[in-house]
């Protein structure tokens, strides 16, 4: 993973987290960068869901791992950065308005993540404004359609057919970036869907965490999987807040290991990095919940360079092969 003249096709994936995800995120990427010294911007393929949208955006568009990390803490200097922080979902959803989001998904929706597919067209149409979402594409990309980089994917998924689209991919529909991306954001119940090409799109996150298999055809050699809503562990639920998140928990995990099985199967070496038991006590229940971003992101910058240096150390190729898949 170190050789940075290496021919092989290197692709990162980053999943779905919401407010805290995106805190673990940055933290995994800081690791990543340093143990396997590797600039995650340099990656083939940039494919992102939701928060992991909003952060392939930001590499796809040229910023380094080290302004995002300034950005978590709070001292960045970046004309774009510094103000993106304050702005935010908030930590819990707006009043949503008086109607279903696709009453008819639940007969529409592809097998796989079946259930959470199904039950985010039964959710009120979300009233909260992700125009923070917007000023951040137009800011860091003025004048440009899309980012800099040639392969940035931003995954959605259309509300009436609950097929998932990667905005940016060769054959997907043209999109702007803030639609592409305010879209592949669009929590059901929280956000509005946004309407692209006259079809309503809603946060890939409800047909899968990291959409992984969507790079089935990339020849990719190598695949580097940040996935803050999966965990290899199941982790009990303590209260009524922690069942709703672990079974939200477990069927992403359960669908994305079945994704990267695939990948694994066609030849794909996968590292895959989720969210452990220590790193879950700190979030809490509440993906949204603000509060606790900074020590999310304080702790995870520990424990996910403790668990990537422990897999390095024992793992004899060039990715420690399923490191804490």
Known sequence: MGNRNSPHRRGLAIGCGGTLGAAWIVAALAAVRDVLDWDPREADILIGTSAGAEYVTMLGSGVSVDELVAMQQGRSTH???A??????PGTFPPLPRPRLG?????????SGQRLLTAGSGLLPVGGGDADWLQRLADRLNPGRAWVPHPATW????????????PFGAPHAPAASLGAA???SWAVPGWLPPVTIGGRRYIDGGAGSTASVDLLAAQDLDELIVLAPMASAERVPATSPGHLLERQLRNRMSAK???EIAGLRAAGTEVLLLGATAADLAVMGPNFMDGSRRSDTFR????SIRAELESHRAHS????PQGAIA
């Open 102 to 110: 696709a009453p008819l998904l639940p007969l529409r929706a592809p």
């Open 316 to 319: 004899a190729g060039s990715i």
């Open 83 to 88: 103000a993106h922080l304050r702005c935010g």
């Open 299 to 302: 702790h995870s910058l520990h």
């Open 256 to 258: 994305l290991a079945a």
């Open 181 to 183: 991306l305010r879209a």
């Open 154 to 165: 931003l995954v959605s998924m259309d509300y009436a057919t609950g097929q998932r689209v």
């Open 79 to 81: 004309p774009v950065l």
